[in-house]
């Protein structure tokens, strides 16, 4: 009997490509695993009107871990089109499955490590005083309040009456009390003082086990003065916990003017849930892309990890496969962290390292390609290709 079982969940588009590539390597690996296929994305959405079905929740509620590939996510008025005829006038709507799955489970702890791997054509350099280049070392890890925020869904277009009765007692929306209701639109951003104590510890345990120096705070306290206010005032208390780390902070715009002049200065971030979504995306810019750009969601007994990239559906059907599969192999070391299997996650890290400093595989966004199936033409390698490369090294 496997010592793990882990549900796999390949979703939409290139999910359904990078996922097996990610076993592959954990089983190349010896990662002791059984896994269960599970549904979800937006085939299911339209033939069940779910696209998080409940037999994927009950798997993941069994086995407690999931890896995940991606998913495709299309505004209101498209998934209502799109939905099986037999399904509409339901009163179904459509919501991003991998947010309701963090909600559902609490998954409230997001990370995303956004660390550059030497010799990857994609990082990123800059012009030095003389003339010439440097290449700074990027080591940020982003710690994302996960389920909260403008996230949480709480939102209406044409507000009911007690919604607007509610907003109408705050002195800032006098100038909206005119507004009809079908021309206006309002998202909640709520923040819980339990959420920020859970997000901001962990990013301090983090940062304390591996030896950063310091926690930066990317919020906008300055104009949303309460719910950045509110993660901020409990950095600097859960601070006191962990003398030997200081906690900076920084507003989110300016944050992105600054992480593309001194990426070096930052090591662990923590934000809520949509800076923390900006900035993590910002960095991944700068370690190779979302190719690179792994996360995981971690609750108090689920967790579930997943690449930051979306669908790219367009990529799906090509033959032989193009993408990039390192993200989600790093997903699946983070996995292995989580469990406590960290010898194999360091193995594997090690392996995607050696294969990026040679550099003589690399899909076409390493290449600096355009993708499609002109990409292999030119010397950009397959998926398989990088992940045979991968398990060669290990």
Request: hydrophobic share 40%; net charge neutral; aromatic share 8%.
């Amino acid at each position: 009997m496997a010592k793990h079982t882990i549900v796999t969940m390949p979703g939409d588009g290139i999910g359904k490509v990078v996922l097996p590539e990610a076993v592959r390597v954990l089983e190349k690996v010896g990662f002791d695993a059984e896994y269960v296929h599970a549904d979800i994305g937006w085939d299911f959405w339209i033939s069940e009107g779910n696209p998080l079905p409940g037999r994927t929740i009950e798997l993941l509620e069994k086995y407690k871990l999931g890896l995940f590939g991606a998913i495709t996510s299309k505004p209101k008025d498209e998934a209502d089109a799109e939905l099986d005829p037999k399904l509409k006038g339901k009163g179904l709507v459509y919501y991003s499955p991998i947010v309701t799955m963090r909600q559902h489970f609490d998954l409230d702890i997001c990370v995303r490590p956004c660390i550059s791997f030497p010799g990857n054509p994609l990082n990123f350099i800059r012009r030095t005083v003389s003339g010439g280049f440097e290449e700074p070392k990027v080591n940020a890890v982003i710690f994302r309040q996960n389920t909260e925020c403008l996230y949480a869904g709480v939102e209406w277009t044409d507000p009911p009456p007690q919604v607007r009765a509610a907003f109408a007692t705050h002195p800032k929306f006098k100038i909206f009390a005119e507004v009809p209701g079908k021309e206006l639109a309002i998202s909640a951003r709520i923040f819980t003082r339990q959420a920020c104590v859970r997000i901001c510890r962990a990013a301090f345990e983090y940062a304390a086990k591996h030896g950063y120096k310091s926690v930066t705070v990317c919020e906008k306290p300055n104009v949303v003065r309460e719910t950045s206010g509110m993660l901020e005032k409990v950095a600097r208390e859960v601070k006191k916990e962990f003398p030997e780390i200081a906690v900076w902070s920084t507003n989110i715009d300016a944050q992105m003017m600054w992480l593309t002049k001194n990426p070096e200065d930052y090591g662990v971030i923590v934000a809520g849930n949509m800076f923390g979504d900006i900035v993590s995306d910002g960095f991944a810019g700068l370690v190779g892309g979302l190719g690179f750009a792994c996360s995981a969601n971690i609750g108090r007994q689920v967790a579930v990890f997943e690449p930051t990239h979306g669908s790219a559906p367009k990529y799906e059907k090509l033959d032989p496969p193009i993408v990039n599969p390192i993200a989600t192999i790093l997903s699946a070391c983070m996995m292995l962290d989580h469990i406590g299997e960290s010898q194999k996650s360091r193995a594997i890290q090690k392996a995607i390292g050696q294969v990026v400093m040679e550099g003589k595989v690399r899909t076409y966004d390493m290449m600096r390609l355009t993708g499609g199936p002109k990409a292999i033409e030119k010397g950009a390698a397959t998926s398989i290709q990088l992940t045979d490369a991968i398990l060669a090294t290990l």
